[in-house]
């Protein structure tokens, strides 16, 4: 196989996602502390990061890692409160933000609350996180962890 044919098959494992599959079992499975943050979004389905950080007991800066080493992977994605503040057409999950964030802020004053949805950011599970494979996955290993 000639150096180009190599890099045309690297270049087909990569666009059709067999790669980024390994890639996310070997990342979750040799950083616990990764999967934890990983598990407690699971549970959380859709959080801020203190929510999440209060779970999770690492650092603010481990967590803020961790999430955006989630989102690399796509597993997680974010969501700016400030961005869907004044959207007409709002998906499911974009409804669902707005609704905690209200809840969150329905007994703070106007202030409070302009202030907090300029500053506040919620994440959620994309579709590859949401899938049954990987949450199965994760759950089993969050097992065997426990019971080491």
């Known amino acids: 196989m000639s150096f180009d044919d190599s890099i045309k098959e690297l270049e087909k494992t990569y666009e059709t996602g ?9 990342t979750l499975s040799e950083n616990p502390r990764l999967r934890k943050t990983f598990a407690q979004l699971l549970i959380l389905s859709c959080a801020r990061f203190g929510e999440i950080h209060q779970k999770v007991f690492v650092s603010r800066k481990t967590c ?3 999430l955006y080493q989630l989102m690399e992977l796509g597993l997680a994605k974010q969501i700016a409160v400030m961005d869907l503040w004044n959207k007409k057409n709002l998906d499911k999950e974009q409804i669902i933000v707005l609704r905690k964030f209200k809840d969150w802020t329905s007994k703070m004053a106007d202030k409070q609350v302009n202030y907090f949805a300029a500053q506040t950011h919620y994440f959620l599970l994309t579709e590859l996180g949401k899938n049954p494979e990987i949450v199965d996955w994760v759950v089993k290993l969050e097992k065997e962890y426990k019971n080491s």
Do not use: E, F, Q, T
């Not at 067999?18 to 070997?26: H, T």
């Open 64 to 66: 803020y890692s961790h």
């Open 18 to 26: 067999l790669y980024r599959a390994d890639r996310i079992r070997k």
